[in-house]
C-alpha cells in the first residue's frame, strides 16, 4: 500500500508539473488570457465532479455532506482564487520559475496549523518545513531574480493554496 501512495505521489507531481507548462502554453497561444484560462479549468473540473459524483454518494452520506459544506465552500473560494494568481503569476514568470516556489505551501501549512492550534510539530517535522521551504528558494535561485509583480501573484497562489488545503482537512 505504501507504494501505491509514492506512486500516486510521483503520478500527481508529474501531473501538476505538466499542468504548469501546459497552462503557460495556453497563455501563450491565447494572448495571455489567463480569466479565459481559469474560467475553463473550472467548468472542466466541475463536469468531471458531477460526472463522479454519483459514483461517490451514498444514501447516508447526504448528512456528512451537508457538514461538509461550510469547509468545502472555503477551500472552493481560496481555491479558485489561487489558480487566478497563479495564472496570473504565470503570465508574467516562466512556469519552471513558479513551480518550486509552490512547495513553499508546506511552509505556510506548517505554520498555519501550528498557530491555529490544529497541529504540534516535532523538531524533525520543523527541520522537513525547514528543509522545503530552503529548496524551493535554492531552485529558484538558478534562473534570476522573478519580477516583483510576479512574485507577489505566487505568494497570493502559496496562501490560496494553503488556505484551500486548511479547509480540505476540516
Not at 68 to 90: D, E, W
Not at 147 to 160: A, D, H, N, S
Request: charged residues 10%.
Amino acid at each position: 500500500m505504501v507504494w501505491l501512495g509514492i506512486m500516486l505521489g510521483i503520478g500527481a507531481s508529474f501531473s501538476q508539473s505538466l499542468s504548469y507548462l501546459l497552462s503557460r502554453q495556453f497563455l501563450k497561444e491565447y494572448g495571455d488570457n489567463w480569466r479565459l484560462l481559469l474560467a475553463l479549468s473550472q467548468v472542466l473540473m466541475g463536469v468531471m465532479a458531477i460526472i463522479i459524483l454519483p459514483f461517490l454518494l451514498r444514501g447516508n452520506d447526504l448528512a456528512a455532506l451537508q457538514k461538509a459544506i461550510i469547509p468545502a465552500t472555503g477551500a472552493a473560494f481560496f481555491y479558485f482564487g489561487a489558480q487566478g494568481a497563479l495564472f496570473a503569476a504565470l503570465k508574467r514568470v516562466e512556469a519552471s520559475r513558479v513551480s518550486p516556489l509552490l512547495g513553499l505551501k508546506v511552509v505556510v501549512i506548517a505554520l498555519l496549523a501550528s498557530c491555529l492550534g490544529k497541529q504540534q510539530l516535532h523538531w524533525q517535522n520543523w527541520l522537513a518545513v525547514v528543509l522545503s521551504g530552503s529548496a524551493a528558494f535554492f531552485l529558484n535561485e538558478i534562473g534570476g531574480r522573478i519580477p516583483v509583480r510576479g512574485l507577489v501573484f505566487v505568494v497570493l497562489t502559496v496562501i490560496g493554496y494553503s488556505f484551500s488545503d486548511m479547509n480540505i482537512r476540516e
